[in-house]
DNA sequence: CAGCTCCTTGACGTTTACGTCAACGTCAAT
DNA sequence: ATTGACGTTGACGTAAACGTCAAGGAGCTG
């Protein structure tokens, strides 16, 4: 009865081979200022918040986000849960702002997604020509 | 009535210009290989095939595939243009593995908006908490 | 013909996001 | 007590995708 909740929690190599990335991405991102988990000693132990955080970070990163971006968005993140209001104002245009940007991203990924479909669909229409009877090459 | 079809084409500069990009830019994927305009003389002059393929190279771009990806494809779309059928069914293999990364990224972007959606709602639900009367702050 | 604008190639610089040692500490197992 | 697996910091290396000169040519314009 001595730990209540035994929070889980992680090593670098753990949370590392959990999400994909070298041990030294996480120390990295840690130079950054993305993460900043405890220590134990020397040792970093990363608790639960760390690894949503570093999975919000992977996901920004998968969109083509800089790590200076994101930066920008876990601090904003960070000083609005002092629920300040200018904090919040500020946080929430950004917010509005991203919203915006990946609506956009979402149309543009759509007409990709129609383009790649329309080729392939071209793709399959030509092979079936060509393996009909020998090929009717050219009308 | 010399000149049928008056193809337009631009210099370096009006496409840089147009794409929102630099002429170094444009030089840089032609020394990679990712476009080869027509010459006159020394100076590059690019037709709307050239144009179109550069659209698709910085959307490309901008779902952060890398210039490498980029090309493989390009160079794929060329290759099948010959209408080989081992040509045509590496393509098309190539485009279904590609349709089904964009759908990934659909889902995830969807998460994303919602996540990101979900904050923004709670920012305004606070901050209308903040501004009901002076505020109150903790229940 | 001087000046301006736009183009050319070539070479070197820069930033981002890590990779890759090196040198060392620590803990458990053999 | 040594080995091995894991951790630490620090310094240096690197690939990608351009940026930034430098040095020059071609064509128009006053």
């Known amino acids: 009865m001595t730990a209540t909740r035994e929070a889980r929690s992680w090593t670098v190599g753990e949370l590392a081979d959990e999400l994909g990335v070298t041990t030294r991405t ?69 917010l509005e702002e991203i919203a915006g940007d990946l609506r956009a991203r979402q149309a543009d990924l759509r007409r990709t997604l129609a383009e790649v479909t329309d080729v392939a669909e071209q793709c399959r229409t030509r092979l079936a020509e060509l393996s009909a009877t020998a090929g009717p090459a050219l009308p």
């Open 26 to 94: 996480l120390r990295f991102y840690e130079a950054e200022g993305l993460i900043s988990p405890r220590r134990v000693g020397a040792q970093r132990v990363y608790g639960a918040r760390d690894r949503t955080r570093l999975k919000l970070i992977l996901r920004g990163k998968r969109f083509g986000m800089t790590l200076a971006e994101i930066r920008e968005i876990v601090d904003m993140y960070d000083g609005a849960a002092s629920s300040e209001q200018r904090q919040l104002e500020t946080l929430l245009a950004r």
